[in-house]
């Protein structure tokens, strides 16, 4: 990774550098590598797709801890905050999910 990142810049010093990097790059290194992209996902071709499964994987995680009861009164609360808003606000601010978060950021005991 080094010799390939001094190749790239010409730096001498790759200090600042590599830690400029964004997190994970030098993770994408180790795609030139035939059995680590075998373990991770079998091919390059199926990426995307092994990607696309961790994210859900760690949407449906999230969503679970958003389950939780809720309070009615607290979702007309909310409701009623936002009646100020745009429409187009209006439209993405009303769901449950967004319901869901407010109350998640707000702790199992939501007082408003």
Do not use: W
Not at 7 to 32: F, I
Not at 64 to 82: F, W
Not at 97 to 107: E, Q, T
């Amino acid at each position: 990774m080094k010799h390939g990142e001094r190749r790239r810049s010409g730096h001498k010093t790759l200090s600042q550098d590599l830690e400029n990097l964004p997190d994970g790059a030098g993770l994408v290194y180790n795609l030139e590598q035939d059995d680590y992209v075998k373990i991770l996902c079998g091919s390059l071709d199926d990426l995307p797709s092994a990607f696309a499964r961790l994210d859900r994987e760690d949407r449906e995680r999230n969503l679970r801890k958003l389950t939780h009861v809720v309070d009615v009164n607290v979702i007309e609360m909310l409701q009623i905050s936002t009646s100020a808003l745009s429409t187009a606000d209006r439209r993405i601010i009303r769901t449950k999910a967004m319901d869901k978060m407010m109350i998640a950021a707000g702790g199992k005991k939501c007082r408003l």
